[in-house]
């Protein structure tokens, strides 16, 4: 799975970033290998609609999910239009964040 995180910082151990559009980087993971690369966000000064340029922009990278703190509805409803899983509320490194999530799909595919 192609996961997108939202950060404060360039590798696993930074922390969720709590504003979206805000954020400095995004890590892409690959979710079975942990291998990743870091998108600097070109958006993040931009004076408005910045939740929606980077959902715009995240929309066409080809992931399956994004981990975000905070995220406003524009910006939510643009990747979850786009088919992506959006998880919110997150916190701690991107590492941990990742693997919460990770272990939540897991725990809901036993119920479908």
């Known amino acids: 799975m192609k996961i997108g995180i939202v950060v404060e910082?360039?590798?696993l151990q930074s922390y969720v970033a709590e504003d979206?559009?805000?954020a400095p980087f995004f890590l892409i993971v690959d979710s079975e290998t942990m291998d990743y690369h870091v998108v600097r966000n070109?958006?993040?000064?931009?004076?408005?609609g910045?939740?929606?340029?980077?959902?715009?922009?995240?929309a066409g990278l080809g992931l399956d999910a994004v981990?975000?703190?905070?995220?406003?509805?524009?910006?939510?409803?643009?990747?979850?239009?786009?088919?992506?899983?959006?998880?919110?509320d997150e916190e701690g490194t991107a590492e941990e964040a990742l693997k919460n999530f990770l272990r939540r799909l897991e725990f809901q595919s036993r119920f479908q």
């Open 67 to 88: 981990i975000v703190g905070g995220i406003g509805h524009h910006g939510y409803d643009i990747l979850t239009k786009a088919g992506l899983k959006v998880s919110f």
């Open 9 to 11: 910082g360039e590798d």
């Open 42 to 48: 070109e958006h993040q000064d931009a004076a408005e």
């Open 50 to 58: 910045v939740g929606m340029l980077v959902a715009d922009a995240i």
């Open 20 to 22: 979206f559009g805000r």
